[in-house]
């Protein structure tokens, strides 16, 4: 069935700008490892702590990042006319790719190198190039085909190589490769694919989309509270990703896009300002009041946790919308836009440095790994990936998915 009219949706530069930013707080965070002495408001709060840093706002803020732009592709392909099915298969390729990714990425943590092929370091920079291989955005001249088909089957015959080659647990007990968790690429995936068959299902109605997320919360807050051990024969089988969190997240974001779409598009800023101010505050007030059940936690992805990342994503898209849409301030953030344009190009770039890193066994002086020095360094860092990153997106070396 063709699809039906639909609202016109320009592209929201805001989005763009937002994805970028979590980009390079990403970078920065996941280099906070190779740091010492830095603030403990920064890192990870460890498992079981009731708390959170900065480090545990950034990737739920990419989820809902994730949610934002949903509407908008999918919307905009609908207008280009293709079908309903059409955009079901390429959800589900981009799904199934980044959780390969995120599969791949879990198991180089329990990596083992003793007794196998390759070293751990080897091993992550071949598979890091076995994912440019097949996911890179090959020319689309007639006569340059030839060149992606014998890229894509190198990068596959490599990845199949890797995986058969592949040794993790001990060497007095190594295992092949196992379903740990998703890994974050693979997390992005499942929220694209759940956000995505809820929009493709809903034809975007709002409502609906909302009683989704609704949904997301019930169920994560029963799982919580040990209400949904009744369903632990299937969890295995069939189960929302880390108990409803992850979609949450991402139908969030979706939910903002609507409003954005059918107010502060069509003239009734006002409208949407109030909107997303109070949903922002309701979130905060919720996940403040509820602590006392559950915590704040990443590591199990507490409800309070998701609902104050929620209330943070939204009020730092409402300073962006005002920023990049209203007030035209999108060059402030030229200097990063490529994270935003090439995201997982950006993000798998360090895998390639760190690999190159180990290898050599050179390692910066420790001034510069200890507190502001180092937290400074970390933050270069991620501006020299970013920059790197728009050098080889400017000669057509990008992922593409």
């Not at 840093?53 to 803020?61: E, N, Q």
């Not at 759940?194 to 029963?222: D, E, H, K, N, P």
């Not at 209330?311 to 849409?325: T, Y």
């Amino acid at each position: 069935m063709a699809a039906t009219a639909v609202p016109r949706n320009d592209r929201n530069h805001a989005i763009d700008v937002f994805r970028a930013l979590t980009m390079m707080l990403m970078i920065f965070v996941n280099d906070l490892w190779t740091l010492r002495g830095v603030p403990e408001w920064l890192p990870h709060v460890p498992a079981g702590v009731d708390g959170m840093g900065l480090s545990d706002v950034v990737f739920p803020a990419f989820l809902f990042i994730v949610g934002l732009s949903i509407p908008l592709a999918i919307n905009n392909r609908w207008k280009k006319g293709e079908r309903t099915h059409q955009i079901l298969l390429h959800v589900l390729s981009r799904s199934l790719a980044l959780l390969i990714m995120g599969v791949f990425h879990v198991n180089l943590e329990s990596y083992q190198a003793e007794g196998a092929l390759f070293s751990k370091q080897l091993w992550q920079l071949l598979l890091t190039l076995s994912f440019f291989l097949i996911w890179l955005d090959y020319p689309k001249e007639p006569e340059k085909k030839p060149r992606k088909w014998v890229g894509k089957t190198l990068g596959w015959g490599l990845l199949v190589l890797l995986a058969a080659t592949y040794e993790g647990g001990t060497p007095e007990a190594p295992i092949w490769m196992g379903f740990y968790w998703w890994g974050i690429l693979g997390l992005i995936g499942w929220a694209y694919l759940i956000g995505s068959l809820v929009y493709l299902a809903t034809r975007g109605r709002q409502v609906w989309i909302g009683l989704a997320f609704l949904l997301c919360m019930g169920f994560s807050v029963l799982a919580k509270l040990g209400m949904l051990g009744f369903l632990l024969p299937i969890k295995p089988y069939i189960w929302l990703i880390d108990d409803g969190a992850t979609p949450a997240l991402a139908l969030a974001g979706m939910l903002v896009t609507g409003f954005y779409r059918d107010h502060f598009k069509k003239g009734r800023e006002d409208r949407f300002w109030w909107l997303l101010s109070g949903l922002a505050v309701t979130a905060l007030f919720l996940g403040l009041a509820s602590r006392p059940l559950w915590g704040i936690h990443k590591i199990g992805s507490s409800p309070s946790w998701v609902l104050i990342c929620i209330a943070i994503s939204m009020a730092v898209f409402g300073l962006l919308v005002v920023l990049v849409e209203k007030h035209r301030k999108k060059h402030w953030f030229d200097g990063i836009r490529a994270a935003g344009t090439s995201t997982l190009t950006c993000y798998l770039l360090p895998y390639i440095h760190y690999g190159l890193l180990a290898m050599t066994g050179l390692v910066l002086p420790e001034v510069l790994r200890t507190g502001l020095p180092g937290i400074l360094k970390s933050l270069l860092y991620a501006w020299l990936i970013i920059q790197l990153t728009g050098f080889l997106e400017r000669r057509r070396v990008r992922l593409k998915i």
